[in-house]
């Protein structure tokens, strides 16, 4: 790789230049950048470089014209084309059902059908993926959708490909795939800007770096440092330490028969440091939820040690299991970075001072005394990140639980974390259990190290059917909440249903929510049920799938119930149910045109009916409900391990509602927020907001 400086030839236009460029987001008093002057030329690969909160991410945004809206803006900077963004979080890029739709959707509407057939097999094959134009996109692993959402942009033609992070949440064969995909489109004339804290996989293709610091550029950084000296694997803990959890023979396995978590056995016990590697979709995040309490099971049996639940049975003591999630925004809830961290302290019994101390010393070891009264939303990544980790450690935990803790980290943050980890390991003799494809780092930090390779998110593989009628699930464990599951998607089975214009499924809809609406009996209700419940064996979904889609209205029915009956004795209880009724009734219908209709279909459907944006707002709307439903369920298990008072037998008290509101109502309604965001300016970067009306590039 060359120096970061570069001598560009003065007669060729660059991709990318600017002069002096500083930008301040809104609300802040200092700039994210300051004095940007670089230029980019055609067909270069550039490496960007930076601490974590650099300002790597803003850069891109800018580069790229997605930066949000209301900041102070100075100097220049211009881009020769277009330019598109990757941006770190696929999950909320992806807004189509089948992978040809999703890779389609970037392609302008002025562009005709056969010309729009060739750009997606062509997109398709630059990335490897010739052959998945009809699977469905939620059936994919996450480099495989990372993919498909890289497929999507290039079908627009553009001058420049900006790359957030894009190894972050690969392991490391996904990681090769992306890097022979990128140095081909390389090859082929492409530029591309990527900014990576991993950046050795990038060592050949890159044509230079340039180095962030404080929203600044900067030189004489190296961006392939050497390793980092290997220590030598710490003692395990004494065979007599005390259990903490033991596992034996559990699995978790879908309603269709879908393996998500290989049976395995795993005893972690007191002073533990355990890896569990494997590739994406081997089962490690499902295992954690199971250690968590989470997910149920489908087999084997869980039992938790004294040090973790009370006698009995019941669920874990607050703050004695914590674990943080891999997406750091849904550990996040408090105003400020400080309260954060001293949620759970709060309930604990401690002293004002003794929290205030504790918050303190916690902030200063990993370097964010400074963003003490910041809202931790408003940070980077990596640092919300880190922030959901030391929120975890404040309550001193028994167990440890950290799901790719290190995404979106710099080397010496991931290494001040590591050392506080190990301080208080040391002083609370806590155990860790980290997931992670990368085992760079760790692998001799680890005492132990557990492989997962057997299960495959998506497989059609079932588990046997003797080894689940022997195998056992442990009464003590009732209290978990059940499995998020996935979310409801489309799957073709040919059926009448799958045939039928979907402008006439819109109408059944609209009639039957009228019905669910006017409907004020049981039976009527029954009557409603029956006939979607009859959609789903019309369409040959399996039961599990009815379930699926069942079970959240099931549960939102009963705490309407419950309490409209606190309110209103017998009467207010069939009130309850009858509202319950309603509304499940008025969602479930929509979950099956979801299971029957792929997403661009419903998008033409509503077109016809409604202005285009709305349209393309309501059919992505509809695709990311169940993922609400889920994460909703997620977080309360989550917050109810930090101690909020979050059980329904709690819920009569006015504490217990306002840690509902707190820890669920206003965290939801902004991860619905911050969702859409993403998925408007995902749709923005790939121009299919101005598609949709006919106006071409932004």
Not at 110 to 117: F, K, L, Q, T, V
Not at 240 to 245: I, K
Request: charged share 20%; net charge positive; aromatic share 4%.
């Amino acid at each position: 790789m060359a120096a970061s400086s570069f001598n560009s030839e003065p007669d060729r236009t660059p991709v990318v230049a600017s002069s002096d460029y500083g930008w301040t987001p809104p609300d802040a008093t200092h700039p994210a950048l300051r004095g940007i002057t670089l230029r980019i030329e055609p067909g270069e690969c550039v490496l960007l470089c930076g601490a974590t909160g650099s300002g790597k991410s803003t850069l891109l945004r800018a580069i790229a014209g997605v930066l949000p809206a209301g900041g102070q803006s100075s100097g220049r900077i211009a881009v020769d084309g277009r330019a598109v963004l990757l941006l770190q979080d696929v999950d909320t890029q992806v807004l189509f059902t089948t992978v040809a739709e999703e890779v389609a959707s970037g392609v302008r509407v002025e562009a005709g059908s056969a010309d729009r057939r060739r750009r997606v097999e062509a997109a398709l094959g630059e990335v490897g993926l010739e052959d998945f134009g009809e699977r469905n996109a939620a059936d994919l692993s996450a480099g495989e959708r990372q993919r498909v959402v890289l497929a999507a942009l290039l079908t627009s033609e553009p001058a420049l490909l900006l790359l957030d992070e894009p190894t972050s949440a690969l392991d490391p064969a996904a990681c090769t795939r992306l890097v022979r995909t990128l140095a081909r489109l390389k090859a082929r004339g492409h530029t591309l800007l990527i900014a990576e804290h991993a950046t050795l996989p990038f060592r050949d293709l890159a044509t230079r770096s340039l180095a962030l610091e404080l929203g600044r550029l900067v030189s004489g950084a190296d961006p392939f440092p050497a390793p980092a000296r290997e220590e030598p694997t710490p003692a395990a803990p004494a065979a007599d330490a005390p259990l903490l959890v033991r596992a034996e023979a559990v699995g978790v396995s879908e309603p269709d028969g879908a393996v998500r978590l290989a049976p395995l056995d795993l005893d972690v016990r007191r002073g533990e440091r355990i890896l569990l590697w494997g590739a994406n979709g081997a089962g490690k995040t499902t295992l954690l939820h199971v250690l968590a309490g989470l997910i149920p099971p489908s087999h084997g049996r869980l039992e938790l040690g004294s040090e973790l639940s009370t006698a009995g049975g019941e669920p874990p003591k607050p703050g004695r299991v914590a674990f943080v999630l891999q997406n750091p925004p849904r550990n996040l809830f408090a105003d400020t970075v400080a309260e954060e961290l001293a949620f759970t302290l709060r309930r604990s019994g401690r002293s004002a001072a003794w929290i205030d101390e504790r918050v303190g010393a916690l902030l200063d070891a990993c370097g964010l005394a400074d963003y003490r009264n910041r809202s931790p939303l408003r940070l980077s990544f990596g640092q919300q990140h880190c922030v959901a980790i030391l929120a975890a450690l404040a309550s001193q935990p028994a167990l440890l639980l950290l799901d790719e803790p290190f995404t979106g980290l710099d080397a010496a943050l991931r290494r001040q974390l590591l050392e506080r980890i190990e301080v208080e390991q040391t002083q609370t003799g806590m155990a860790v259990v980290i997931a992670s494809h990368a085992v760079e780092g760790l692998e001799h930090w680890a005492q132990r190290r557990v492989s997962l390779c057997d299960a495959r998110l998506g497989t059609r593989e079932r588990s046997e059917p003797a080894a689940a009628a022997n195998a056992t699930t442990s009464r003590r464990r009732r209290f978990r909440l059940g499995s998020p599951g996935r979310m409801a998607h489309y799957r073709d089975t040919r059926s009448p249903l799958h045939r039928l214009g979907v402008g006439w499924k819109l109408g059944a809809i609209a009639l039957g929510a009228a019905a669910a609406v006017a409907a004020d009996t049981p039976l009527a209700l029954a009557a409603l049920l029956a006939v979607w419940v009859g959609g789903y064996r019309l369409a040959r979904l399996r039961p599990g799938e009815l379930w699926q889609d069942l079970r959240w209205l099931l549960l939102q029915g009963a705490v309407v119930v419950a309490l409209s009956a606190l309110r209103g004795g017998a009467d207010g209880a069939l009130s309850g149910l009858r509202a319950a009724g309603q509304i499940g009734l008025f969602f479930l219908p929509g979950a099956l045109l979801l299971r029957t209709t792929p997403t661009g279909r419903i998008l033409d459907g509503v077109r016809r009916v409604l202005p285009p944006r709305l349209a393309f707002a309501l059919a992505t709307s509809l695709r990311f409900v169940p993922h609400f439903s889920r994460e909703a369920h997620e977080m309360w298990g989550i917050q109810k391990l930090r101690g909020a008072r979050l059980a329904p037998r709690e819920l009569w008290r006015p504490r217990a509602w306002r840690d509902a509101v707190a820890c669920l109502g206003v965290p939801l309604a902004v991860r619905t927020i911050h969702t859409a965001n993403q998925v408007a300016q995902a749709a923005e970067l790939r121009g299919i907001a101005n598609a949709a009306v006919g106006k071409g590039e932004h």
